[in-house]
């Protein structure tokens, strides 16, 4: 009789083991359907990120040759943590112009500036470009870093410091030149509008580039300038 009531307990026994199985394989099952749910809203997610954030500076250096003629000299920062933390720079929405509001200074004493801040470990700051007094362009960082330059913006815009003469700030016709011609450059890879060129003013407030600041109209003049030339360039390689 033992061994009968043992036979029925060990059927119903089966009976919810089976059930139980049955279970478990539907919750593995939920549960793999959801992970790969997640998992395709991530992916979509940083895709659709990845398109919204502005484009994504693949090289270090612009591949395209600058309109004008003008030409860069690539001599980078060594890596540090005051002018070249080698930071991600992950888009590109804004290029923004600076001055150096130290008159007659030239590219190369202002990048030596930078290199300077490595050992006196007091001052954050750095450029991707710096346009000197006879138009030459020096690119301190690769396009792919970001700069110390633009406080809250350094994370998705690309800098470029001007020299100047005087204690106006007007750039000289050879810097004002190559400002133009690598504006429409960096216009032309990251796909930028108008718009998206800004002063540091525009950033925070700081009087820079300072005759930008002071005469709205040479901005205005200038960005349309830029337009210009990227218009044309685009024209002459269809
Ligand atoms: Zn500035």
Same mark, same amino acid.
């Given at each position: =009789? ?21 279970? !478990? =394989? ?29 484009? #994504? &500076?693949?090289?270090? +250096?612009?591949?395209?040759?600058? %309109?004008?003629?003008?030409? @860069?000299? @690539?001599?980078?920062?060594? %890596?540090?943590?005051?002018?070249? %933390? ?5 888009? @590109? ?7 150096? !509001?130290? &008159? ?20 954050? !700051? ?48 050879? +810097?004002?030149? !190559? ?26 407030? /700081?009087?820079? &580039?300072?005759?930008? #600041? ?11 300038? #830029? =337009? ?9 390689? /269809?």
């Amino acid at each position: =009789m033992g061994g009968k009531m043992a036979k029925i307990l060990s059927k119903e026994e089966w009976r919810k083991r089976r059930r139980r199985k049955k279970y !478990a =394989m539907l919750t593995l099952g939920v549960s793999l359907v959801m992970i790969i749910l997640i998992l395709l809203t991530v992916a979509v997610f940083w895709l659709f990120k990845g398109r919204l954030g502005g484009n #994504v &500076p693949e090289n270090e +250096t612009l591949v395209k040759p600058l %309109p004008g003629g003008a030409t @860069v000299q @690539v001599d980078y920062l060594t %890596p540090n943590p005051y002018s070249r %933390p080698q930071l991600e720079l992950k888009r @590109v929405k804004s290029v923004v112009v600076h001055y150096t !509001a130290n &008159p007659e200074t030239s590219a190369k004493n202002n990048r030596s500036y930078f290199e300077g801040l490595a050992m006196k470990h007091t001052t954050y !700051a750095s450029s991707h470009y710096i346009i000197g007094l006879e138009g030459e362009i020096i690119q301190c960082l690769p396009l792919t870093e970001q700069s110390y330059a633009s406080n809250n913006r350094n994370g998705d815009t690309i800098s470029i410091e001007c020299c100047h003469p005087d204690a106006t700030g007007k750039f000289n016709e050879a +810097t004002y030149n !190559a400002l133009v011609n690598l504006t429409a450059g960096l216009c032309m890879e990251f796909n930028l509008k108008k718009e998206d060129i800004i002063r540091h003013y525009d950033v925070n407030g /700081k009087k820079c &580039p300072l005759y930008f #600041v002071e005469h709205e109209d040479e901005w205005e003049a200038f960005k349309k300038k #830029v =337009m210009d030339t990227v218009k044309n360039s685009r024209d002459n390689t /269809k």
